[in-house]
């Protein structure tokens, strides 16, 4: 694999990066929007957040298609902001846009205490371990049959091929959800998080339009699993659930987003950055095939290097700028990470190797992070 000429695209995109590591270094400040769409289409976003990380990790913008807010880009601070609900609010929003009023999705990833956590107690044992355990096999099985299926010596989409089609198996599998139509799982994660004018759909009233077939074709599935004993797919833990049965119908859209998108977005797209990321360091995935005990490692590490999940939203309930700066001090004065390691949140080290040692928060900090996390 080392040996090989290095692709075309791979050319590309280290000049690109090149170009953003010169730009970043000289740039204002003020003018890094860290939201903007085509820093992360050109995957140049490196460079910008690791200049703020260094010069002003928590920055105010004044100006950007969100509207105005301050950045919080360091380990520390991120931390701070995830484990201090009453000042830093989920509510009523985590993703960045404001939300539409006429098309409200409530889900309790953005809800504050004490919904969010009797919501999320319904969903969170289909990630439990020992449930995660029980797929492993038949994880392994889509996986192989996936790649076995895969053209030699012609080009092929991997996403589509590959990411798509065995996140969506699996995400198939956790709502018990008839095979057959899974890829409409993949089009409502699609179509939940994309607006207008991104290729998804044309307008509101499409996305609204689909959306509430998402609803219609779930409430037939409720309505069959509602009645019978209790099994252990998410939508009989829902329509079971003590604090999720009485949803109403709006609410339950609005988790089933949720656990889509969820399930979806993320994993699809850490096993296409991960494919990238071995491509663009040849000695890595050298040393990943001398030696496939540091799996476990890479897979930490992808989801790290290729987060998933760009940014998350918290809406600051009260003036929080003094309190961070405070907090900040007194969590200076504690040694770093292990091995002299830098903590950093989101952004890139300079080497891709095993993530041990580091201390990262890729998947979120406790009290607020994804349900694989914490059972
Ligand atoms: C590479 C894979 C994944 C990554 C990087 C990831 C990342 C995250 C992060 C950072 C959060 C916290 C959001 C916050 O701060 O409010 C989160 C929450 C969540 N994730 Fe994941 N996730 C992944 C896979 C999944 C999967 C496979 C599912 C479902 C099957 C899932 C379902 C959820 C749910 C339901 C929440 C909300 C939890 C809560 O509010 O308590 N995620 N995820």
């Known amino acids: 694999m080392s040996s090989s000429p290095t692709p075309w695209f791979l050319e590309a995109e280290a000049e690109r990066i090149a170009e953003a590591e010169d730009d970043a270094r000289t740039i204002d400040l003020d003018a890094i929007d860290p939201v903007s769409l085509s820093l992360f289409q050109a995957n140049a976003q490196d460079p910008y957040f690791r200049r703020l990380r260094e010069d002003d990790p928590v920055h105010y913008h004044e100006s950007s298609r969100v509207g105005p807010y301050w950045s919080v880009t360091s380990y520390e601070q991120i931390k701070f902001v995830d484990t201090h609900h009453g000042a830093f609010s989920s509510e009523p929003v985590v993703s960045l846009a404001d939300l539409k009023d006429d098309f409200p999705l409530p889900m309790f990833i953005a809800m504050d205490q004490p919904k969010h956590d009797r919501q999320r107690k319904v969903a969170a044992p289909i990630v439990a371990p020992r449930n995660l355990q029980n797929f492993e096999a038949i994880i392994r099985k889509r996986a192989i049959e996936i790649l076995e299926s895969l053209p ?35 089009r409502w994660s699609d179509v939940a998080t994309g607006s207008p004018g991104t ?51 709006q609410e ?124």
């Open 152 to 186: 030699v010596g012609e080009p092929f989409n991997w996403v589509e091929d590959v990411s798509i089609e065995l996140t969506t198996q699996m995400l198939a599998t956790l709502f018990d959800f008839p095979h057959e139509d899974r890829r409409r799982l993949t």
């Open 199 to 249: 290729g998804i759909v044309e307008s509101h009233e499409q996305r609204r339009q689909e959306l509430t077939e998402c609803l219609e074709y779930f409430t037939e599935l409720w309505n069959e699993r509602v009645n019978e004993p209790p099994k252990f797919d998410l939508v009989s833990m829902l329509a079971h659930g003590e604090s999720t049965r009485s949803m109403t119908p």
């Open 252 to 375: 339950y859209l609005g988790n089933l987003v949720l656990l889509i998108v969820g399930g979806n977005d993320t994993t699809r797209n850490s096993i296409t950055g991960g494919l990238l990321a071995l491509n663009q360091y040849p000695q890595e995935f050298d040393r990943l095939r001398a030696d496939p005990s540091v799996i476990p490692n890479m897979v930490s590490e992808i989801v790290r290097w290729q987060t998933p999940v760009p940014h998350m939203r918290r809406t600051a309930l009260e003036d929080t700028r003094a309190l961070v700066l405070e907090e900040t001090l007194y969590v200076d004065g504690v040694p770093h990470a292990p091995h002299g390691a830098r903590r950093h949140a989101g952004g890139r080290q300079d080497d891709s190797r095993g993530g041990e040692g580091r201390d990262v928060v890729p998947l979120g900090e406790p009290r607020r992070a994804c349900i694989r996390e914490r059972g």
